[in-house]
Structure formats: structure tokens, C-alpha cells
């Protein structure tokens, strides 16, 4: 009896694992910030996940990652929770024009409509707000968090800080642009969260390790 079990166990995972190459030209037709062997890199972090694990995601601007995230729970009863203000960057990327028409639409309206495009939003909710103030109100175990949101030092030690106490152990957490370029995520996880993780490592600017 183990021995079918084992087998039938198997082949439902094996039919049912999603792979990467069938969401990819979904996921590039999404602007953002994230490299598309990144995307990838998430998806896979994100099928490693236990089935019913919570993916919490800080920084979801048009909804790149979130989809990235989001096709490895198809089938399954992950979630992942995208927080974003939802208010844009404008600043940062004011001479870009494709953010113009961005900005028409609403950020949260474009977000939305690459979540529904891909019919993903039964594995998505949506957190409008500051990651700080979400945090706060926060109380579910978290088994993946993947940090992109505001790049300043402090904001970025203090999504750490705020969210590690639910993220359960063994649970990972990825910073995005842990990269000289970008200095307050590169001091945030260098001088701070590189010390509280365990098997620590880097996959091109994306730093992770793992909840002791
Ligand atoms: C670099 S973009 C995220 C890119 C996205 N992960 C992708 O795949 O394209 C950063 C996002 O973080 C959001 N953000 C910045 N500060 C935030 C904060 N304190 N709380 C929540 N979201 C924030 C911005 O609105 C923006 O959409």
C-alpha cells in the first residue's frame, strides 16, 4: 500500500509540477523591473513552497513578479500577497513614456488587469498600503517573502524586521537589488539581514537565505 502511495504520489506531483517555459511570454509582456531569469528564479523558490504556504510579496509596481510568483501556485493552495502602494515612482522613471500612459490607467488598475490576463487573481490578494503599516496588522505564518519594495536603507531593514518574526523556520526571504548600484539595499543586507539568516547566498542581484 505505501509502495502505490508513494506511486501515486509521484505521478501527481509530476503531472502537476508547472514548468517556467509555457508562463514565460506572459510574464515578459509585463513591464517591471525584474529580469526574466529572475522571474524564473522566483517561480521555482515559489514551487518549492509547501502546498497552503503564504508568498508574501513587498514591491509588486505592475505585477511582473507577483505573476512570476503566482503561475507556481497554479493548482495549488499557495497564495501570495502583493503589497504596494500602488502610487507609482514617478520620479524615478518620469522619462520613461510608457509610464505615462501607466499613470492615465492607475497603477493599481494595470496591476490588476496582468493578474486577471493570466487568470491568477484566485492566487493573489491584493494588500494596498505601506509595507510597515501592513506589517503591522500582519499575524498568518509566512513561508516565502520576497522584498522589493521602497530601496532605501532604512525601509528595507525595516521590512525585514517587521515581517522575519512571521516568516516560519526554514521559510526564505529574497531581497531584490542587493547590488552596489543600489546602496540601501546592499548596506540593509550586508550590515543587517545577512546576519540573522542562515545558508545565505545570491542568485545574480537577488540575495535570499533561509530563517534559522
Ligand atoms: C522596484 S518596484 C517593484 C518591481 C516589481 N517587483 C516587478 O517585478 O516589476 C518597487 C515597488 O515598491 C513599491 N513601494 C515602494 N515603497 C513601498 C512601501 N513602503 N510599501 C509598499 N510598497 C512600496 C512601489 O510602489 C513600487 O511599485
Redesign the pocket.
Known amino acids: 500500500v505505501i509502495r502505490l502511495l508513494k506511486w501515486l504520489g509521484l505521478r501527481r506531483s509530476q503531472s502537476t509540477t508547472p514548468q517556467f517555459e509555457q508562463f514565460r511570454p506572459a510574464i515578459e509582456t509585463i513591464e517591471?523591473?525584474?529580469p526574466i531569469e529572475q522571474a524564473e528564479w522566483l517561480f521555482e523558490q515559489a514551487c518549492a513552497v509547501p502546498d497552503g504556504g503564504r508568498i508574501v510579496?513587498?514591491?509588486?509596481?505592475?505585477g511582473?513578479?507577483t505573476t512570476a510568483l503566482a503561475f507556481a501556485c497554479l493548482g495549488t493552495l499557495k497564495r501570495v500577497f502583493a503589497?504596494?502602494?500602488?502610487?507609482?515612482?514617478y520620479a524615478d522613471v518620469a522619462d520613461i513614456p510608457e509610464v505615462h500612459q501607466v499613470f492615465q490607467e492607475g497603477?493599481f488598475g494595470v496591476w490588476e488587469r496582468n493578474i486577471r490576463m493570466n487568470n491568477l487573481y484566485p492566487y493573489v490578494i491584493p494588500l494596498a498600503?505601506?509595507?510597515?503599516e501592513i506589517a503591522r496588522i500582519w499575524r498568518a505564518p509566512i513561508h516565502m517573502a520576497f522584498v522589493?519594495?521602497?530601496h532605501a536603507f532604512e525601509?528595507v531593514v525595516q521590512d525585514f524586521r517587521e515581517f522575519f518574526p512571521h516568516v516560519v523556520r526554514g521559510g526564505l526571504m529574497a531581497f531584490?537589488d542587493v547590488d552596489p548600484a543600489w546602496n540601501g539595499a546592499w548596506r540593509a543586507w550586508h550590515e543587517h539581514i545577512a546576519h540573522h539568516l542562515i545558508r545565505t547566498g545570491s542568485f545574480t542581484t537577488i540575495a535570499y537565505g533561509y530563517k534559522p
Not at 83 to 89: K, P, R, V, Y
Not at 129 to 132: E, F, I, K, V, Y
Open positions: 517591471g523591473w525584474l510579496e513587498i514591491g509588486s509596481y505592475q511582473r513578479s503589497i504596494d502602494l500602488w502610487q507609482g515612482m497603477f498600503g505601506r509595507s510597515c522589493d519594495g521602497s525601509d531584490h
